[in-house]
């Protein structure tokens, strides 16, 4: 479906907010409780608080009809009544006026206070609260009922009439206290975790009263109070702000600052544990000490800030709070501490070298054994199903792809049916045995260069290929097994961003080469017809009645010698298609009869639609139209729908375009070979010897190709409990490797885009999430079995082969396309650095350009490894602080730094696993302004 | 260029932040003074304040190396210095923590405030600032050292080293006090007004200090402070905030806060103002009383917002501080303020009725009198060279699109010639005599698509069709004066959103399926080549030697009865291609000959490369990459680059695609005719009385397309100054209308977009304005000149229409696309109401589509009339506060609820000049948030 080294999916892209929490250990730890102040509160080490929803009733209607209405709620974000349109708002982050906190500040100084109050009704609630002394008996019995009086609910409303409150039926509710079944079929009910909490803030103005009423009551044990939020939650909080009609939207204000106050988890916090109202306003005071403040005239208050995708964690929070009170000696630091708490790749046990020959290997083997009955019944989950359907379908589409590439760069030695019965075979074997069986096999793109390399090699010498590559295979798999046996695979702590970048923009850049000549050779193949062209110059000729061909007489020889200006005398020749003349016993004669018109516009048409509507559909995802579940699909399988709108194109009009050649029957595509390479064929025996040499070179790439997939899959962002297998995988793909070799198959090595898709299928997170807050991501589903039925579908669909005829130009959609934002970067790295870092990769990319456009071309790996070499180099030309926001650093250089006391000194970074990825975006959350 | 009735351009679109001030009046009135807050002040009636420089210089390197370094700068947002990039960062709203604030006000309430210090130095002032008690003599010293040190400034250590401080020399200058010449060559001093002064921030910690020392100074005159700020401006302010390094970024928040506090324009009025401490701290808790307070955890304190495209205005600030402090009743008005602030037509003078026969025009040409010298005088601008150029451009790609049009449209009765030709004479005739020379007439959609009607007409009945043509033109004119005589420009008022969107979405879709249509019939013209159609069957038949033509010997008849089947038997026959076989004297024969293969894909690739690179430029405007000039230029003349990229390509490959045809001799295109049209021709004489039927549909429809472009044109927000002149303007088409008919040229118009081009190629911003700021809107170079010497360039372009031979296709990339973001309207009207409307609409527009297409097409602009009255009855089913959202209120309603009390009681809207459009477009500013 994708290139290799193409976009990487960020599967934790719900970003890392919970990402200092210890990882779940042992085997078997199921799901924890989703919520979404999960992981937050057992980082803080305090027992969890239940969420809490804050709803706003305001008292309307002054002085004729007062009612109350719900106008606002909060879980994480404010969700605003649109009163005229009859609709919550999208969930936003909440802005307060300064002057309505200060004044409800002084409001509960002066008011009602009743912590811990035992109040069982809403009843008893009422009565509790009423009892201040600034009320007359009088006044007091208004309020009761005031009080009293069920809430208009946007939930009601909707129901009688859509967009108009005053003509609902305002009846009093005293003895209605159960909650109605509205409430109950709300559906905010279930974004809320079970043992939710509500808080009901009561605001608004009272002509009767005299004096500003102020009411704070925390409930000793929550309960539901009848209608007045409109979830049937048990109420926690209960806060009351009433007061004479002069300050007017004062209490609306007030209103909103104690829900958004509510709202807060520290505030939350402290509240819930406040003996007294000092305790009250302390909290408050905390709450302003940490408030982000806008200056007016800059900022247009009315506007609505929209959710950040990642919010900032409590550890955040902390943190900042630590930078604004510590030292200077801290501040100079800041850049390189932002740069540390991503670190590039966590110290991993797996890496750690044994010293013993095959010591990480049996390591590999050991710490798997463990986990594998788990491989299976962790997969009991229906998310595995679609991981399956998703994953089939990306696999079938790299397997027709790359057998069409196959077959084409090997002259038909492969095909279609070798490359669907490769994958089968390799990928089911490797999901049994591999250390990280979440890794799809996949021919690949480096190999495929190398796999042409090496076929045009022997067919420059007039080897016997398949042979020739059987022992090229075998040396491979000696070669990797001593990888495996001396440990190698530990040396993957010098693979950097920068090799893995220039590698993957080589193999991106001859992909896009190789597509877009071939789009170009199409005009060759059927040339297009100007004026003048030989389009007109064919005709049918036919053998005579007695079986001779039909004579030519030349009458008028021309001036022009070739044939368009010999003149026709003909007998038995009409002027049929090449195709029903060959029908009707005729032979095409004519310069023109090989001409096809209108094929090679068709496909540069055909390449663009189904390119653009592929692109198209990929950007779906980030636009607003459907619902979230169907861009998400739509982007998903648009490759598969692309090429699908081509080949409708294509089938509709019924032009003659080359198409993709599958086998009929089970049989190699080569014709007369059997299933196992003959050993030597036509070659000379020494041939076997000399194959190392090519196969040294193919080592080395598939042990980059393999291991910095496997290094990107095992990063720390994506939580895998089961741990890696860097030896183990090595070892699989060395024994796979052998067979496929054997048996004339296409090699496999893990694909990197295809194993983060299958990764991104099985990702699991938080159900329950508050409005316009993410879910947060708890992990990955590791197990075998997604990846096995794959395999095993992708060999059933051997027999499906005839129905795969599949247009061939739809490969070149495949184009990689690479988009970094890069924004955070250049806060800290000054412009002309950027460009020499870059400078030297393009130098690098060129040159790596030039050798694989010489005779020479088949040592590029070679050239690979080099990569890793310049990188080193770098480091007397860049400083290491530059490398760490330029690239990564290596990991004893790190080690180094972090020595020298370049570590923060209140760095989480012990269990911190956020990703390398994130310094190269933009930091989050980044505002823009869209107007119109 | 564009067809009426796509998008608008938003000319005034840098935001109404100074809608409300009084329209300059009297002829003349030339530039105001340029300045960021020029009409602002104007607006409170106080003196205007010089705008303010702001910088920041922090104290660093404590205790080894003290230095200051400038580390931020404002004018009204803030920029921020990156230290370890070198460079500054973009333009951001400043963000505070609170705290900072509060520490900052306690710093000053004990600190030291010299108000009209009368330094006129930096040494003077450095001792008068440390005239402090807490300080000891040494200590002093050693401060004013410090103080008199150069600070560092990136102008200065980008030359030296570009990504690093440390190594730049630090001398003290205690005598150089003069301004540098880096100083001097500062980009930033471009951006500033003349009389702008400077204010400087020092901030830092110093181990020697026990206690904080908080200083602030007004200088009673401001005087350059030698190189303490990085521009040579005269400082007013002088703030220091110094103390022992407990409190570490403390000092740089406060500093900051100062800052920000000195960027606020009513702080800044405030404290040029101020005569003691307490005023300075009254100001300071005002600030306070305005901020938007964002709640913590919510939002990432360290993200930069970007600044808004419209900045509340300070009017806006006055009246939400009215609204948070005024009572419910005036909240429960909010919506209808919101959308009555944006006023759909003002009243405006020229649309009342005088009750006089031609009184209105008669008073048009009274109004316009006074203008005419100043029409010319005030196009004496460099502006409007670039303006012609602009126009020009789009006004001749016009002439073509639309006379290749009307070519096909009356089968050749008017062509490219006759389109140039009368765009130029009427066009140069319009802008000297019109009433509002800033538009640009064209052929338009809606004329066109009457014009192609009636042709057809005049075929089915076999008229003559110019004369035909001639006689409904007379009428249009006789009923347009009559129009003109009784003052009905006035009924223009009818004219909503409603009607606009109507008359321009048909006008769209029939272009849009014309050419979409004509794409399709490309395919049978130049029939797709499948296999089996007859490419092949075409050979070349010459004469034989005596002249007769070769034989055809019938040896085999087929079974089946076409030529293909037929035997060839021939003499004297080559395979040549039609054209050089008919060079040399032959008969090209045979069913293949006609085709033309390729032709029909490479229009098609043809077509949807110009539309998508179209496109693709128009959309580089909003993008990342190039400066802003570039990118305008691009957006701007992307259907221009268009164009020529698809007749490169054609040129390219040298296709024998359909071309314009574009006549080499000054002559109408119709052959044999003269250039005045004979009144009767072959048409029977009634036909000039039967041709008022025609000519009052006619009319009705240049009425329509006439007004809705000049009530467009002649909104408020575009801050006209000479009038308008819809009358004069309608007499002006009426005569020109008389001409074209007579001559046989196009009927003209006003063009809605070409017009709006033209008046943004003419708008009058401010020059100055501060980092981050968009530059205000101050009105447009109204004047006749421009327009004049487009038109006469196009005439002279007739000359060069050899030159013109464009590739038809292109015409296509000229589909209408609307785009409508219309979030505001959703937070006030339920969607079902929202879906009705729509749906009203789009079955007018349905109906108006079936009509279209029946034989009574002809009676379409009675149909569009109906949409008026569509419109009328809709206020039967919608409420006047939702019309007011969906569409626009009709002006006496709208009288009527304003008299109701529906206008709000605090509204600025005598003297508002808000757009209409606004309400369609989301609150500005609107924040995404893209994290990636």
Redesign the interface.
Known sequence: MKLPGQEEF?ISST?ENVATGEPESGPGSGLSPDGPSDTDSRELGVPKDPVLFIQLNEL?G?PQALEWRETGRWV??EEKL??????W?APH???????S?QKLRSLLAEGLVLLDCPARSLLELVEQVTRVELLSPELRGQLQALLLQRPQHLIWTTRTR??CWSAHPREASHDEEAPMKEQHQNPLRQKLPPGAEAAAVLAG?LGSLTQPLGVFVRLRDPVVLGPLTEVPLPSRFFCLLLGP?T????Y??MGRAVA??L????FQWSVRRASNLHDLLAALDA??????????????????????????S?H??LA?QL??????S??RRA?AEDRHSHRPHPPSPELRRTGRLFGGFVQDVRRKASWYPSDFLDALHPQCFSAVLYIYLATVTNAITFGGLLGEATNGAQGVLESFLGTAVAGAAFCLMAGQPLTILSSTGPVLVFERLLFSFSRDYSLDYLPFRLWVGIWVAIFCLALVATEASVLVRYFTRFTEEGFCALISLIFIYDAVGKMLSLTRAYP????????????CQ?PDPQGNESQW?R??PKDRDD??????????????????CAQRGGRPR????HT???I???S??LF?TSF?FAMALKHVKSSRFFPSVMRKMLSDFSSVLAILLGCGLDAF????TPKLMVPREFKPTLPGRGWLVSPFGANPWWLSVAAALPALLLSILIFMDQQITAVILNRAKYRLQKGAGFHLDLFCVAVLMLLTSALGLPWYVSATVISLAHMDSLRRESRACAPGEPPSFLGIREQRLTGLVVFILTGISIFLAPVLKFTKRVQLLLMPAKYQ?DLLL????????IHLFTGIQLACLGLLWIIKSTPAAIIFPLMLLGLVGVRKAMEWVFSP?ELLWLDELMPEKERNISEKGLEPEYSFSGSDSEDSELMY????????????
Chains 1, 2 share one sequence.
């Open positions: 960020d970003c309307m002054w994480l974000f649109e009163v005229g349109a009859g609709r708002s982050v909440p802005t307060l006026a300064l002057p906190l859509p967009c103005e009609p300050l007017g939207r004062g609306h204000e958004v106050l709202s807060d988890r520290q709450f302003l000490e940490e408030v982000t403040v806008l200056p007016p005239g800059r900022w247009d208050p009315t506007a609505r800030i929209p959710p950040p995708k990642c919010l900032p409590h955040k929070r900042s930078r604004e009170f510590k030292g200077s801290v501040r850049p297009i017809q100007r004026p003048g062209s030989p389009t007109y110059g064919c005709f036919f007489i009458t008028k044939i368009l200006s010999v003149d026709l005398g003909l007998v038995n020749a009409s002027l049929l298609p090449p195709p029903e004519g310069p023109g009869c096809v018109p209108d090679a516009f068709f540069v048409l663009l653009l009009l019924g032009l003659a934002p250049l806060r800290h790295v000054p412009l002309n650095r602080q975006q933009p930091k989050s959350p980044e505002i823009n302004i869209s107007v119109n």
